[in-house]
Structure formats: C-alpha cells, structure tokens
C-alpha cells in the first residue's frame, strides 16, 4: 500500500513541532506555515505559504489524502481583523482545496475556548452551549461551522478537535482540568486521519483530568484511550486554583481572555 500523504498547517508551530516526529514514519508531509522550516526531514516538503495566499494553499494541498490543520493567529487580546486571514480565510481555502481535489479527511485544531465563558466551578459537559471567550474563539465557532459545511456537502470525513492545553505539563488549577498530552493529542489526531466510522464529529483534546471539564464520551466511542493523566504531569511551579491570580480567569472554563476588551480592528 502507497504511504499517504498529510498536509500540515501551522507547521512551524508547538503541537506540530511535536508531532511530526511521530508522523512522518506513517505519512508523506507537506509541511505548510508562513514562516520556514529549517528542519525539514526525508519525507517532508516544507510550503512557505500565507493561508490567506489561496494559490498558494492550493499548491501545498496538490497530491494530499488528508489535512492536519493547526495554523492559526491567537492571542488573549487579538482582533476580529486579526483573525481574518488566517482563521477564515485560511480554513475556507482549505475546505475548498478539499472539494476541488477529493481530499478524504481533515483534522480541525479547534478550541475549548468555543466554550470558555462558562463558568469553571462545577462544569462537566461535552454539550454545552457555544460561549466563545473573545474573538480567537469566535473564529475556532467559524471553523468548526465551515469544517461542517463542507463534510455535509461535500462528504468530507471531519474530526474537529476542541484542544484543551497541549504540553509537557499541567500549570494550574484551570488548566489541569483539561490538559492533553501529545501522545494523547496524536492519538486523536490518528482517529481523524484513520477512523472507519468518522463523519463529522466534534472531541475534546484532553488527557485523564481530574475534575475534567469534558467527559468526551464521543472520543471515547471513537476508542480513543487516554495514555496519560493530568495529575501526573502537574509542573514544577503549578498553581493551584486558589493562588490563581483574577487575571488568569481561574472562574471560567477559558482562563484569561475574558477581562480584554472586544476590538473588531
Ligand atoms: N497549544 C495549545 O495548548 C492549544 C490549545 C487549544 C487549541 N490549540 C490550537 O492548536 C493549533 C496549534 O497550536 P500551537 O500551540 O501549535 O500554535 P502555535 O502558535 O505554536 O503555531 C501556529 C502556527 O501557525 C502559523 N500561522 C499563523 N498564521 C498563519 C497564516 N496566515 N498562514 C500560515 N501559517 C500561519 C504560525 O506561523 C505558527 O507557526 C492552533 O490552531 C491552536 O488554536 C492549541
């Protein structure tokens, strides 16, 4: 069987730094960010392309089975302008480039900030009603609503990923409560690229957390088994929730974003 190939946006970033290692002996990787990679490996194309560079997008995707998409433009402050072109644009050039060339999967690097205004104490849902936290989760709703659109239309297989917090540890009293390690993250990702059962379906990236924000029954249904728990990987320095300064937003399911101001530019 011909090995296949994925395409990764936001290649040059943290999760996809992660990954790739425990990718590329699977996959072919086209390699896409805006800024270069000087690392590349056999087996890996780098793309230095802007996502909203549509031409661009198009070329990385050519010859592509399936899409990893993790690029993004985030901060706690940053602007509906901001989002534009990475978060809208970007993704919809994706999807399309999915239509035009039968792209058979797509991984959506979403967020638990499309839930992040709720509150913290006592949550425990995978249901809960959209309350993005500021305009980055704003544009995460947008993604996962155009990831939908076109996997209905078009029949694209679609995992959107609601990421908890990716890393080597668990900081704090918040965040422990959805961390994810990247052999766990990988194990979703996998899902997304692989799963026979896949249509379109929404799971949270997360480890075994204790008091987890997010049950995530249906990654459990899909057979994701979490290797790692949170509690195990509490850093150094971790603070607990009651050290937790107001501005790191230890009431809300999404931390810090929700003391900065709304700026549409
Ligand atoms: N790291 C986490 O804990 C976490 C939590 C929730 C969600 N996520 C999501 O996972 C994804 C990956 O996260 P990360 O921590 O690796 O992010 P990151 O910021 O480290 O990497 C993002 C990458 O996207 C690239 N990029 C931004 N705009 C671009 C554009 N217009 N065209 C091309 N490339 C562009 C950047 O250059 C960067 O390399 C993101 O979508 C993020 O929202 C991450």
Not at 56 to 77: F, P, Q, T, Y
Request: proline share 5%; aromatic share 8%.
């Amino acid at each position: 069987m011909t090995m296949k190939t994925v395409l990764i946006t936001g290649a040059a970033g943290g999760i996809a730094a992660a990954i790739r290692p425990l990718l590329r002996d699977r996959y072919r990787l086209h390699l896409l960010d805006r800024v270069a990679l000087d690392d590349l490996q056999p087996g890996e194309t780098g793309f230095i392309a802007d996502l909203s560079d549509q031409a661009a997008v198009l070329k990385a995707c050519e010859g592509v089975d399936a899409i990893i998409h993790l690029a993004c433009a985030h901060s706690l402050d940053i602007s509906f302008e901001a989002t534009l072109d990475a978060n809208y644009r970007g993704t919809l050039h994706l999807l399309d480039a999915c239509q035009r060339f039968g792209i058979e999967r797509f991984v959506f690097a979403s967020s638990h900030h499309v839930v992040g205004h709720h509150a913290a104490e006592g949550f425990r849902n995978d249901r809960a009603e959209i309350a993005p936290d500021g305009f980055y989760a704003l544009s995460k709703v947008f993604g996962e609503g155009a990831v939908s659109l076109y996997a209905h239309r078009t029949g694209l297989r679609a995992l959107i990923i609601r990421i908890g917090s990716a890393g080597p540890h668990a900081v704090d009293g918040r965040r422990v409560r959805l961390w994810v390690s990247i052999r766990d993250l990988l194990q979703l990702i996998q899902i997304g690229l692989d799963h026979p059962a896949l249509r379109c379906d929404t799971v949270y990236g997360v480890s075994d957390c204790p008091e987890a924000f997010f049950p995530n029954r249906r990654a459990l249904e899909l057979g994701y088994t979490p290797q790692d728990r949170a509690d195990e990987h509490r850093a150094d320095n971790f603070v607990a929730l009651a050290d937790m300064p107001d501005s790191e937003g230890p009431g809300y399911v999404g931390g810090p974003y929700m003391p900065h101001p709304l700026k549409l530019a």
